[in-house]
């Protein structure tokens, strides 16, 4: 990773130095986090009690990152990458929020129009009377 990167860990239990560890050398983090998991195994308590892990990576750059999510169970590994759903998600928000305030404001402007229509109406009439 260069400087200008950076990684967040979110685990419980001890996994994280073993996948930061893993990083560090050059593996992958989907391989990192799936090695981690499998080695940690879930926690042979009375509940089996399953053990999860997310790696989040980022460049300075929004839109260049990584970000995966694992867990290991007593019947499953599973190690997924979360796509940037969250940007996309934020674009198309922030894209109707757009389209709201440019109808906003047109209808601002068609009603700023009617009422100086209204009231030179309103002038015109009381010429009359």
Same mark, same amino acid.
């Given at each position: 990773?260069?400087?200008?990167?950076?990684?967040?860990?979110i685990?419980?239990?001890?996994? @994280? @130095?073993?996948?930061?560890?893993?990083?560090?050398?050059?593996?992958?983090?989907?391989?990192?986090?799936?090695?981690?998991?499998?080695?940690?195994?879930?926690?042979? @308590?009375?509940?089996?009690?399953?053990?999860?892990?997310?790696?989040?990576?980022?460049?300075? @750059?929004?839109?260049?990152?990584?970000?995966?999510?694992?867990?290991?169970?007593?019947?499953?590994?599973?190690?997924?990458?979360?796509?940037?759903?969250?940007?996309?998600?934020?674009?198309?928000?922030?894209?109707?929020?757009?389209?709201?305030?440019?109808?906003?404001?047109r209808?601002?402007?068609?009603?700023?129009?009617?009422?100086?229509?209204?009231?030179?109406?309103?002038?015109?009439s009381?010429?009359?009377?």
């Open positions: 990773m260069t400087q200008e990167e950076y990684e967040i860990f685990c419980h239990s001890r996994k @994280d @130095d073993v996948i930061a560890d893993k990083i560090r050398v050059g593996m992958n983090i989907r391989d990192a986090m799936a090695y981690s998991l499998l080695t940690m195994d879930y926690e042979k @308590d009375d509940y089996n009690t399953p053990r999860i892990a997310a790696v989040v990576t980022s460049t300075t @750059d929004e839109d260049e990152y990584e970000c995966y999510i694992g867990i290991v169970n007593d019947n499953k590994l599973l190690v997924e990458e979360i796509e940037n759903s969250i940007t996309e998600t934020n674009e198309a928000i922030l894209e109707e929020e757009q389209k709201e305030q440019e109808e906003l404001e209808k601002q402007v068609e009603l700023s129009t009617q009422k100086r229509i209204w009231t030179r109406f309103q002038k015109n009381l010429a009359f009377t």
